[in-house]
């Protein structure tokens, strides 16, 4: 079965690099390279991670202390709270966790670790950036309208999000379907290429089970994502039909139904969890082996397991709706399928801890990123199961619990994931090694203040505290003494993590003046990427050095080998 | 269902949160059967892990990785018998987490003592207490605004109903919550078991003012509560309408 797969792109001009393109900013802007494509997803998500970090700073302060002058803020307003509520969980996820994980490092990675010159379309890929970059505006833009930012949650429920009369943010909540309508076609574009890349563009003897798992899970994760959005951005102009055009969609006075965005809504968005789990789960399990020096234990059980996990995760969307007014009968339903996908969720946390069994394990910093991962995301998946559970979601429904549950998928998934991957693959990017020690540095003061922020929030959860509220003073239970010292206490480690990320900007920036300069293969790991310069040409290889694949990416510490590495493109007669 | 009480009690022992109505003591109990369950099962897994880290951590010796693919039967086990263990935990929880819902959410206990309708609008809550009758929409209906007043151990039926946007009842105490829809009129039930005062949550965002939107129930003896009825049922009693509204203690 080695169909040497058929290539699209090697033929074409890649191969003499002098006659590329516009030159200068010109050649950024309009460049078609994949890598230039992840860095620009890369740097616009980063810098929308500090806008929604900073958004959380502001309103974590508003808690802590309600009233105060916030610094480099000042008072927040409820109608504010509410915006920067929306606004934060909206980039989080649409302008963070996607343009990082799966459009960056999809991008860098995928033409990379399959062994091709670039995309399969090139100028498609291009497009898709353009347009997400023009979303990014969008949203931005929508702050600072008049009337202020959309208001009404990410889940932007009508009929509060479909009214100017109920959420008083005319242009906002516009600008804010029509920026997540564009991002999400940015996304359906840069899916088109990660799938057909890796079905078209693999090098000569790389079979379906040779590609790196992160490969697999990006292009599932992508697959997901097409499939779910579909009725969502029908969705979506449906909103916008009632905004603009007093349409009634989801107006019952009209005979239309608000139930109905929920449903669309969350159909699309608990696949999106995935869509956003799989990548950062692929870049973990190839850190784990790198440096456990172990083979994944059971490669093919991971893909099956994400392919069935992606499957199930079409089935499970009303848990979101239990208490909302839906027939009760359905959340019986919805109940299984949702503790059911517990099953080959925590098969593949079994599968990264059984990797760890027998290797030979070192603690470098990508490494502690992607171990806690492992631990953190564990978190995130026990405290789930009460939550699909029907019974005990009429009491944590919209609490703090769910709140704290979800940010322990979120925040491993989008800043551990991330800084894992930002880590690992930083040599290959910019061909230097980053320090060490500022590195663990920067791990420990993320990690402990991070389970000090949330650890809490689940303990209000349990007591009652509902969400998206500025001040619980008027709430006679909710405004004990005990509780408000438990916000502050979260506020506070919130303030020690924002200012241990100086640690990491420092450590990019001296990397970049003075780091040293990164080997091909610094890690001793397997796949494609590493055996091409760092960072890699134009066309990442030099066309005489294009790969030819003769193993799968995990074989590590083979018995009767010297290296305890096999690099997938290393010819067999070489080693006897 | 005294030994499921009795555990069933945990959140309200360590001081987090009353039980206050018949139903939350079995709401609590399925959230501490999940905790047990769960808990148990993050603790192994976690332990497991940092153990395997730590012993398995190079430690310059020279050894190398073992070099295991899972695809050995033998192997694989170590990963079938967990899961086969999940699945068989998830029906467990299944099967209570159905018993807890079919009771607060499916099966409507009959004869309430009294009818309510509780309407959600931008942003507070009206009530519409069933007056001295027992009966909603007749001429003794107290309308109230953001304050339930109930009697201890009755039982109540609900109307939930909104004018405008979503709005989410909510009564932490009685661990009761159901949006509230507009167009639709959705009925539940609850019975309250403690007296005092508690907080009443919107738990939906509403807009600008759903910070604001809180109220209060008032769970009353039998004699407080008839003083209560008694010194706001109208007095002429026509047609009510939603701007009558005493103020009450
Ligand atoms: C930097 C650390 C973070 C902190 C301290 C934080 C804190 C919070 C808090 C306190 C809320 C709720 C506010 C309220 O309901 O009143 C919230 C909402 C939310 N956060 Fe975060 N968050 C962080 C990072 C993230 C990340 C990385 C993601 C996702 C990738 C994320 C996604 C969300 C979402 C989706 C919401 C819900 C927004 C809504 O209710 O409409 N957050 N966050
Ligand atoms: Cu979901
Ligand atoms: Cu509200």
């Known amino acids: ?275 956003v789990l799989l990548p950062a789960m692929g870049v973990v399990i190839e850190i784990i082996a790198t440096f456990s020096r172990k083979k994944v234990f059971g490669y093919r059980i991971v893909i099956f397991t994400v392919v069935a996990t992606g499957v199930l ?27 059911l996908i517990s099953v080959p969720i925590a098969e593949l946390c079994f599968v990264y801890i059984a990797t760890l069994y027998g290797g030979s394990i070192r603690l470098t910093t990508p490494m502690l990123w992607a171990l806690a991962f492992v631990a953190e995301f564990l978190i995130g998946g026990v405290t789930g199961i009460f939550l699909g559970a029907a019974g005990a979601d009429i009491y944590f429904h919209d609490t703090y619990f769910v709140l ?37 540095w920067h791990f420990w003061l993320t990690i402990i203040p991070f389970n000090m922020i949330f650890i809490p929030l689940f303990v209000l959860g349990m007591g009652g505290q509902h969400r998206r509220i500025s001040n619980y003073s008027g709430f006679s239970e909710l405004a004990r003494d005990g509780f408000q010292d438990i916000r502050v206490f979260a506020t506070i480690s919130l303030l020690i993590m924002l200012a241990a990320q100086f640690i990491f900007f420092y450590n990019c920036y001296k990397t970049w003046r003075s780091g040293p300069k990164a080997p091909r293969n610094p890690w001793k790991a397997n796949s494609l990427e590493w055996t091409t310069e760092s960072p890699p040409p134009h066309g990442n290889w030099h066309p005489d050095e294009m790969p030819v694949v003769y193993r799968g990416p995990y074989e590590f510490s083979v018995p009767d080998r010297i290296d305890d590495y096999w690099p997938q493109n290393e010819p067999p007669q070489r080693d006897s | 269902m005294g030994f499921f009480e009795s555990w069933g009690h945990f959140f309200d022992r360590i001081g987090l949160i009353r039980i206050g109505s018949t139903y939350a003591a079995d709401i609590d109990f399925l959230i501490f059967l999940v905790l047990v369950v769960v808990g148990v099962w993050f603790l192994a897994a976690e332990l497991i892990f940092v153990y395997f880290i730590m012993k398995f951590r190079e430690k310059g010796d020279g050894r190398r990785a073992d070099y295991i693919d899972g695809k050995n039967k033998r192997h694989k086990r170590w990963i079938t018998y967990p ?79 909104a004018t405008d946007v979503l709005h989410s009842f909510s009564v932490p105490v009685w661990r009761i919550k159901q949006d509230a829809i507009p167009g639709r009129s959705i009925t539940g039930w609850f019975q309250p078991t403690v007296t005092g005062q508690f907080d009443l949550q919107c738990a939906e965002i509403c807009g600008f003012g759903h910070t604001v939107m809180q109220g209060q129930v008032f769970v009353e003896s039998a004699e407080e509560h008839a003083a209560w009825v008694e010194a706001n049922t109208p007095v002429e009693a026509p047609a009510p309408a939603t701007d009558n509204t005493p103020s009450s203690g």
Not at chain 1, 63 to 73: D, K, Y
Not at chain 1, 183 to 200: D, K, P, Q
Not at chain 1, 321 to 338: E, L, Y
Not at chain 1, 409 to 433: D, E, L, Q, R, V
């Open chain 1, 404 to 440: 704290a549950h979800f940010h322990y998928t979120f925040f491993p998934i989008a800043i551990i994931g991330t800084y894992a991957a930002f880590t690992y693959w930083f040599p290959k990017m910019f061909g230097k090694m980053m320090d060490e020690r500022l590195g663990k």
């Open chain 1, 313 to 339: 995760s079409f089935f499970v969307w009303a848990h979101h709706q239990f208490i909302a007014g839906i027939d009760p009968r359905m959340a019986n339903i919805f109940t299984i399928t949702t503790l």
């Open chain 2, 83 to 161: 899961h086969l263990a999940v699945l068989v935990f998830d029906v467990l929880i299944i099967v209570v987490s159905f018993n807890v819902w079919h009771r607060v959410k499916m099966d409507l206990p009959e004869n309430p003592d009294c009818v309510i309708r509780v309407t959600g609008q931008q942003w507070a809550w009206i009530i519409q207490h069933c007056g001295a009758d027992g009966e909603l929409d007749t001429a003794d209906d107290i309308y109230t605004v953001d304050e339930l007043h109930v009697e201890n151990e009755k039982l109540y039926h609900f109307r939930l109903e």
């Open chain 1, 1 to 275: 079965m080695v169909e040497p797969a058929v290539d699209l792109t090697h033929g074409h001009p890649h191969d003499d690099h002098a006659h590329h393109g516009p030159e200068g900013w010109k050649k950024y802007l309009w460049s078609t390279d994949h890598k230039v494509i992840a860095m620009q997803y890369m740097f616009t998500g980063m810098f929308m991670a500090l806008v929604g970090g900073f958004m959380a700073y502001v309103f974590r302060m508003q808690l802590a202390f309600p009233g105060i002058n916030v610094p480099g803020f000042g008072m927040v307003s409820m109608g504010e709270y509410n915006a920067l509520v929306t606004n934060h969980g909206t980039i989080m996820i649409f302008w963070v966790a996607m343009p990082v994980l799966l459009a960056a490092f999809g991008n860098f990675l995928i033409p990379l670790m399959v062994g091709a010159d670039d995309m399969v379309f090139p100028k498609i890929n291009r497009l898709s950036f353009q347009v997400f970059f023009v979303s990014t505006i969008v949203i931005l833009a929508s702050l600072v309208v008049e009337g202020g930012g959309f208001a009404g949650a990410w889940t932007a429920y009508p009929p509060l999000s479909a009214n100017e009369t109920y959420n008083l943010t005319p242009l906002g909540s516009t600008l804010w379907v029509i920026g997540v309508g564009l991002e999400f076609v940015a996304f359906l574009l840069g899916g088109i290429n990660f799938i057909t890349t890796l079905m078209n563009s693999r090098a000569p003897g790389m079979r379906a089970f040779d590609v790196p798992l992160v490969v697999w899970m990006i292009v599932v994760a992508s697959i997901l994502f097409m499939l779910s959005v579909g009725p969502l951005l029908a969705g979506a102009i449906m909103l916008i039909f009632d905004q603009t055009l007093g349409t009634g969609f989801f107006n019952p006075a009209t005979g239309g139904d608000p139930i109905l965005w929920q449903h669309l809504f969350w159909f699309f968005g608990h696949p999106e969890v995935y869509v």
